[in-house]
């Protein structure tokens, strides 16, 4: 298998306030606010490229300088970044207010949602990679949709391998499990936490073996302090625990499991053993403050 892993999705700036206590309405919260790159798609790149794995990211910045500065911290990275700025489109922001374990986001996608469906066709079909690892970002709103779907078909086409991450549970409830399961069926890897996985699940009683069983995949669910564990279409199952570690900032912990769960997986790794990796990548992630290495 070609070891190049090409990820689609968002690239944004964050904007994380890691607050010193719960955020007081009306007045003042005092926090360490720092600006860094985001958006899970380029943060599973850049963790993929820490890991020594080749990586093309495909995403959409605005012209502007908080997509070139973006740009160029993951090309500083080792991540190519082959898509073209979106003239006159901001780049996307999302604010990150983290409080010990628990993070909100509120997210402004700008330009992540102008991705273009026939230039991410022809960049997998020219880029050489063997695996197409999709944010589910790029499914969950209708103007990115397209391009997300395209990316599935091409990659189908091409025989590339394919894991998705469910992404979020606010907007796949809005979309509703059965219309992401669909967009889905088929794929190799399926990553998701324990709340996206219950939007997904029709089986409550056993969401991941159910998820594994109705779309023919491997599925990982990411269990917080409980660890994680990976369900086999055929019903097998593996499961570890946590990496115990002081949470200071939690922003990128699943993109950075995500990560350590490629790496292993497209090296040719066990499920206890893409697992083990994984847990780890996250662990490592959520002791320093924003979402990359």
Not at 17 to 40: K, S
Not at 50 to 68: K, Q
Not at 71 to 96: H, Y
Not at 248 to 261: E, I, R
Request: one cysteine or more.
């Amino acid at each position: 298998m070609n070891g190049r892993v090409a990820v689609l999705g968002d690239l944004v700036t964050d904007v994380v306030a890691v607050l010193a206590e719960p955020p007081a309405p009306d007045t003042d919260t005092a926090a360490a606010i720092r600006f860094t790159g985001g958006g899970q798609a380029a943060n599973t790149a850049a963790w993929l490229a820490w890991h020594g794995v080749p990586v093309t990211l495909l995403a959409a910045v605005g012209d502007d300088a908080a997509g070139a500065a973006r740009l160029a911290e993951l090309a500083a990275a080792g991540v190519d970044c082959p898509l073209p700025p979106r003239p006159g489109a901001p780049t996307g922001t999302v604010i990150v207010l983290a409080e010990g374990g628990r993070r909100t986001m509120v997210t402004d996608r700008g330009a992540s949602l102008l991705l273009d469906p026939d230039e991410v066709a022809a960049a997998l079909a020219v880029g050489g990679a063997g695996h197409l690892h999709l944010s589910g970002y790029a499914l969950l709103d209708e103007r990115s949709r397209p391009a997300g779907l395209r990316a599935l078909a091409v990659a189908r086409r091409l025989g590339l391998t394919v894991s998705v991450d469910a992404a979020s549970a606010a907007p796949l409830r809005q979309v509703g499990g059965a219309a992401f399961r669909s967009w889905v069926r088929g794929v190799d890897l399926l990553l998701a936490n324990e709340d996206e996985a219950a939007v997904l699940a029709a089986d409550r009683r056993d969401r991941p073996r159910a998820l594994a069983a109705e779309l023919g995949a491997a599925v990982v669910v990411k269990l917080g302090a409980a660890g994680a564990i990976w369900a086999g279409p055929g019903g097998d199952a593996e499961a570890v625990p946590a990496v115990s570690t002081a949470v200071v900032d939690p922003t990128g912990a699943g993109d950075a499991f995500a990560a350590g769960l490629l790496a292993t997986w497209l090296a040719g790794g066990d499920a206890r053993a893409c697992l083990a990796a994984a847990v780890a990548a996250g662990a490592r992630a959520v002791v320093t403050v924003g979402a990359r290495p």
